[in-house]
Structure formats: C-alpha cells, structure tokens
C-alpha cells in the first residue's frame, strides 16, 4: 500500500493492496511489437467521507417539525488540484444519506456540488457549497477544520448559511484497495475494488477488468498498475477515473516475468518512468521503462549482487522511499534448489548505481516489503526456502 502527502493532504488515498491477475487488453505474451496504448490516466482522486453535525437545526417537512439535522457526505478531491503548489482546491461532493430528527430524508441537488477552499497546512477552509433541498430546507454550508497528524482526518466547525445553528464535521480518508484475482487455472483473472468508509462500511465493486492469471496489483505515483508476470510480461495501467478500465500496456520483454513496479514523477510533467523487477534470465535487473510510450531507457544489471553459482539475483519487490529505490532479491539458482541469504540493493535513481547492499538475516525475501511511517523502518518479509526446493539452511 502506497501513501503519498502533498501539503498534509493525501493525493493517493488509502491505496491498493494486490493478489493476482491482468493482462491488458488480451491476456497473452507481452513481448509482441503492438504499439503500446496511451499513457497512463490521472492518478488516483483522495476520496473523504465527511459527517455533518448540526443537533440544534430544526427542519419542517411535510408539516412536521423535526430536530437534529445529519449529512453523510462524499468528497473527492481531485488530484490534479492538491498535487500543485496553489493552496487552492476542487472537490466534488456526492450526498450519501441526509438525517433530519432520526428520519432519512429525500433530498434534491438541483446541480451538481463541488467543494472550493483551501489547504494551508493542515488548516482547511471551504467556500460556500451546496444546496441540498428537502422540505423547507436549502442547506448551504461551509467547513473550517484542521488535519490530524497522520492525515486521515479532518475535524471542525460546520456553518449554515442563513441561519446561526452550530454545527461540527468529521471526516476520514477512506481505504481502498484494488484486488487482482484469479484461479490460476485459467488464463484470465478479473480485478475488483474494496472500499472502506469510516474504516467500518465495506463496497465491493467486482469484475472491473480482464486480467491475466499471473499477476500483481500495485498502486506506485498514485497509479494503479497490474504486473502480469511470467508468459505475460507487460505492465498494465488502470484508469481510476472510468471504473479502473485499461488504458496502457507496456511490454516489459518476452520472458522477462516481471515481479513489481515503482513509478517516479517526471518533473516535467510527462508521464514518469516505471522501474521494473525484471525476475528471469537472461534480463536479471531493474527495467527502466519510459510511461509516456512505452520505451525501454535503460536497466541496472544486478546480477554482479547474485551469490549462488548461476548468478541469478531474482529480484522481487521494489520500494521508493525518500529518493531511493530497495529491491529485494532472493538469489535463487536456476533449478531453485539453492539459495543464498536474502539481500536487499539500494538503488540511486539519478546515477542509475547500486549505492548499497544489505544482507538479511534470512533467505528469499518474497513478496513482502513495507516502509512503515510510524517506526521509520522498512520491513522485508522473509519466506524461506517454499516446500520441495531445496533442504534448509
């Protein structure tokens, strides 16, 4: 799962963990000489479910007086807006459910609502937003809040406009998570989205997409990948904004069985590179790819960092953490019956170097490789040798 922050504001939302399975737009060999679709779509929108609070509020619908008024709000806050150095920003809003005296009302939005404020900080303040018409009600509101310190959520004061009822907000970031799945069996997989509001309401929205049977699911730059792994070999984009439909596929080499992705921002504005665990011989290194048209830049060998006799480094997961890049790598021999201690290779990015290795206190780290904020350290899971192997050590 992947967290990025802009100005205390999450820009990619509680992201994505994977399981398995894409392809792109046929499950098949990645290695083929089509033209790669476009490049990738926008990243991933920051969703906040906002609770509105006014007890004091008096409502008449249908003649009848009710007392204590409750909205159940969704914010999406576009990327593209928080992620600029303007403090402004735009934020759509979608009404969930709106409570007046214990009674779900049937409300009226007579055109779409979108939220404009502020972040300065963590200090949030929106202009007037609204309306939401029920009975006599035209709600009107604004918010002024601040952000808690792991940027999960926001709380404050709700004001109606028109009227001097207090109120309060609270809102909290909602988890989400992209799920590849399959069979293996077939030669397809499907992908599926699970989101948690309040950390407590599950949606599950199921076959978004076609995928291939051996894959991974990763969000990296706030963008949801699919690495279709051996016989596969292609990276798969997924855009966020049209239900997580493909719109790029990038070859990573016939035979390459790709195993992870980390994408790095291009500065300039293009569409970044995506550096490739690049799992099999005769690749054996990071793949260096260019997102805007699928092109291949470059790699780093990382075969010289391999101790077993075939030289295979077998590098599985990447992490980007505070400019550099961590691959773990399980040097396993060709036949998998030997396997060195696990390593990890730090990676500087800009020079393109190995700048550091660091042998693990166990053998083939797999899958697993985590940076934690709350401890500042990156964790590595360590599998050992899988059943059948290799006798162990």
Not at 101 to 113: D, L, R, S, Y
Not at 267 to 275: I, L
């Amino acid at each position: 799962m992947d967290l990025l922050t802009r100005r205390g504001l999450v820009v990619a939302g509680a992201l994505i963990a994977g399981c398995a399975a894409l392809a792109g737009c046929a499950p098949g060999g990645g290695g083929g000489g089509d033209a790669p679709l476009p490049g990738p779509a926008g990243r991933l929108d920051p969703i906040y479910d906002f609770t509105l609070a006014y007890p004091d509020a008096v409502v008449v619908v249908a003649g009848l007086s009710y007392t204590g008024l409750t909205l159940d709000l969704e914010v999406d806050f576009e990327d593209a807006s928080v992620r600029d150095d303007d403090l402004a920003f735009r934020a759509p809003v979608r009404v969930v459910s709106v409570v007046a005296g214990g009674v779900v009302q049937t409300v009226v939005v007579p055109q779409p609502i979108v939220m404009l404020g502020t972040l300065d900080g963590a200090h949030l303040i929106t202009d007037l937003f609204g309306s939401i018409q029920f009975g006599t009600a035209n709600l009107v509101m604004s918010l002024d809040g601040l952000l808690d310190a792991d940027r999960r959520t926001i709380t404050g004061s709700a004001a109606l406009f028109g009227t001097s009822t207090p109120g309060t907000f609270a809102a909290m970031r909602r988890r989400r998570y992209l799920i590849a799945g399959s069979d293996l069996a077939s030669t397809v997989g499907q992908v599926a989205t699970l989101e948690v509001r309040y950390d407590r309401d599950l949606i599950l929205k199921e076959n978004l997409e076609t995928i291939s049977s051996d894959p991974a699911a990763r969000v990296t730059d706030g963008r949801p990948f699919v690495v279709n792994r051996l016989s596969y070999d292609n990276l798969q984009g997924l855009d966020p904004a049209a239900a997580f439909r493909t719109t790029q596929e990038v070859s990573t080499g016939n035979g390459s069985n790709p195993h992870d992705v980390a994408v790095l921002a291009d500065p300039a504005g293009g569409a970044g590179t995506a550096w490739v665990t690049r799992y099999e011989p005769p690749y054996d290194d990071l793949g260096i790819f260019n997102l805007d048209d699928g092109a291949l830049l470059g790699n780093v060998d990382l075969t010289p960092y391999a101790t077993n006799a075939d030289g295979l480094p077998r590098a599985d997961r990447i992490l980007e953490h505070d400019g550099l890049l961590y691959v773990t790598l399980e040097d396993a021999n060709r036949n998998f019956t030997t396997f060195g201690t696990g390593r990890v290779v730090v990676v500087d990015p800009a020079s393109r170097d190995v700048i550091d290795v660091i042998d693990l206190a166990g053998q083939n780290p797999f899958e697993a490789l985590e940076y934690a904020p709350r401890t500042g350290l990156i964790y590595v899971g360590l599998a050992g040798i899988f059943p059948g192997s290799a006798s162990r050590r």
